[in-house]
């Protein structure tokens, strides 16, 4: 059974850092691309990071994000991290990571395979 567990969010003053850590089981994880997305309340979930299968060599942002998001895996840990600074409020969210068998951290959700049940996200001004 695949387990995605995704922690680290909170409440957090704008400016602020916050980082996400997603913790799989159950599948290969180095096999797989992970992503991470978000969802505004009253709003469409949207990309956010994606990183490539094994090394993870390959990452993609959404221009939302680019230069204050940083997406990491750590294999041996069976994890993947979503680092957040200079956070803004509309970074609130509950954020969310997934899994695909496709290679790229790509942004269209329909192909990941696995997802986790989300952490919650609040920037204040």
């Known amino acids: 059974q695949v387990q995605l567990v995704e922690s680290g969010g909170g409440l957090v003053q704008a400016g602020g850092s916050l980082r996400l850590s997603c913790a799989a089981s159950?599948?290969?994880?180095?096999?797989?691309?992970m992503g991470w997305f978000r969802q505004a309340p009253g709003k469409g979930r949207e990309f956010v990071a994606g990183?490539?299968?094994?090394?993870?060599?390959?990452?993609s942002y959404a221009e939302s994000v680019k230069g204050r998001f940083t997406i990491s895996r750590d294999n041996a840990k069976n994890t993947v991290y979503l680092q957040m600074n200079n956070l803004k409020r509309e970074d609130t969210a509950d954020y969310y990571c997934a899994a695909n068998s496709l290679g790229t951290g790509h942004g269209r959700d329909s192909d990941y395979d696995y997802w986790g049940q989300g952490t919650q996200v609040t920037v204040s001004s």
């Open positions: 990183i490539s299968w094994g090394a993870g060599g390959i990452t």
């Open positions: 159950g599948l290969t994880f180095s096999m797989y691309a």
